[in-house]
């Protein structure tokens, strides 16, 4: 059973940045894809980013694309997400996930495990 630890939310205003992080234990992979996904009320959860650990292969939603970087640590298998020039329409519960294997879509239906999730509001 992986156990995650998600930090760094909180309340910022149009424009600012937070920095999100995941610190994740009890697992040992050699291949995996880790992502950022967020769910605004009333909305589906969505992927923000994803990265596979075997090759790097990195994907970020259109709507974070400049804004948003992802950046990862393998060997504490931690994982931070910068967020820049936050939006009001940022605002959403943050999760962190874990899928074991190989590339996939970075959509929540592909993983299946998940962090606590972590609250982001972006407001003046």
């Known amino acids: 059973q992986i156990q995650y630890v998600e930090s760094g939310g909180g309340l910022v205003q149009p424009g600012g940045s937070l920095r999100l992080s995941c610190a994740a234990s009890g697992f040992r992979l050699d291949h995996y894809v880790i992502g950022w996904f967020r769910q605004a009320p009333g909305k589906e959860r969505e992927g923000v980013s994803c990265?596979?650990?075997?090759?790097?292969?990195?994907y970020y939603a259109d709507s974070v694309k400049g804004r948003f970087t992802f950046s990862r640590d393998n060997d504490k298998n931690t994982w931070d997400l910068q967020m820049n020039s936050l939006r009001p329409e940022d605002t959403a519960v943050y999760y962190c996930?874990?899928?074991?294997?190989?590339?996939?879509?970075?959509?929540?239906?592909?993983?299946?495990?998940w962090g606590q999730g972590t609250q982001v509001t972006v407001s003046s």
């Open positions: 996930a874990l899928h074991a294997g190989s590339w996939l879509p970075c959509i929540s239906a592909a993983f299946n495990s």
């Open positions: 990265i596979s650990t075997t090759d790097g292969k990195t």
